[in-house]
């Protein structure tokens, strides 16, 4: 009795734990079931994909999806459309919401919220504060929780840890590899005068400076130490974070932005305004090489897209009043393959960086990599396609990217979860079927 599956995907050049293989996948149960030459196989449906490259799904782990509280800026619908369409699988949401999501009510909130409105798999952070520190290590292994995220620096929302002390607590509190926000809440407060009343938003990176956000990760290695805590430091933003970085790999994972690796200071806010404001910000060109330079090497373990949308309307207040971020989750992939195509990053590194990377950093069960018995999330992507990124391509409820109207070449055709295709030719298909990502540690 020959091999019957539930779809072939055939014809396309899969990266596969080996490496390119020009092979078919079968799919059953939702999981990768065969590898080789499938073509005559029974299959209820076949997916060709000559001519493409079969990626592993696509994890953003890093969004904002703004629900509950703040829907006129996004929604856990609308955020997850936009993931499926830039050819993310699976997506695990931060807890500046409105209320933080610092509790498991809230927690289970955001889940029942997802089922059945998200068009990508999810998982929720659970927000560190001084008043819930104590908690954080039965929170952190609740299902569909991706870990404990804590700002160091206020950035968006009111969640802040900002002294040694309850920095040590919460990091005593857990187990779990721990994402932080690195920018040091005095040094911010001290130097607030530089744009309190007014300033050109280009301010935004003198304020918050490159020593801002190395003091803060230098605090948080030590108390990681002192804790016998893993963290993973997110949206690392200069050159000396990365020298210190290099020297604490055995504690510390490593998160970039392609907004990071992409723009640069002054040009960015010449030309965007506050649209280029973000936390930690965008810095001058010699900080961007140095990113590069430490993807090359090897330091960072992922990219995120930190998709933190804010209205039109709201950037447009004049700085400081706008608030920071930026759209992110759906241009994540095409903006990094045109990197790929401009020879910047191999697209082995690519593939390390946004499926198996967040999948080692987090311990995520059965994704991040194609492989048999792993979950069949493909993204499905024409390396050669060239593209115009346009506002009106956007899902995100705030309507716009700072990449309006670059053209890039790389783009996502076709994206499938667990065997189902979510996205082919810039449309969402069927409906939302996106459930809780499995960790490996919280089984
Ligand atoms: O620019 C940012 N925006 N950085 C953050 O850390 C938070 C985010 C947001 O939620 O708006």
Known sequence: MPDSFDRIVIGGTVWTPNGPVETDVGIRSGRVAAFGHLKGAKAAEVFDASGLTVLPGVIDSQVHFREPGLEHKEDLEAGTRGAALGGVVSVFEMPNTDPPTTTANAINDKISRALGRAWVDFSFFVGASPENATELKTLERLPGVSGVKMFMGSSTGSLLVSDDKNVARVLKNGTRRMAVHCEDEDRLNER????????????????????????????????????????????????????????????ATVEVLPQHLTLSAPEAYDRLGTLAQQNPPIRVARHREALWNAVRGGIVDCIGSDH???????????????PSGMTGV?????????????????????????????????GVAGKGRIALGYDADLTIVDLKAKRTIENSWIASKSGWTAYDGQTVTGWPIATILRGQVIMTNDEVIGSPIGAPTRFIETF
């Not at 801002?212 to 016998?228: F, I, M, P, Q, S």
């Not at 933190?308 to 706008?322: G, N």
């Not at 903006?335 to 990053?345: K, Q, T």
């Open 192 to 251: 607030l005068h530089l744009v309190k009343g007014g300033a050109p938003v280009a301010m935004h990176a003198v304020w918050r400076d490159a020593e801002t956000a190395l003091l803060a990760t230098k605090r948080l290695v030590r108390l990681a130490r002192e804790a016998g805590r893993r963290v993973h430091i997110l949206h690392i933003s200069t050159a000396e974070e990365m020298e210190f970085l290099k020297e604490n790999r055995d504690i």
């Open 308 to 322: 933190a949308p804010h209205t039109l309307e709201e950037k447009q207040r004049p700085y400081p009043q706008s």
């Open 330 to 362: 759906q241009t994540l992939v095409p903006i990094m393959l045109d990197h790929v195509n401009a020879g910047r990053l191999t697209l082995e590194r690519f593939i390390d960086l946004t499926s198996a990377g967040p999948a080692r950093v987090y």
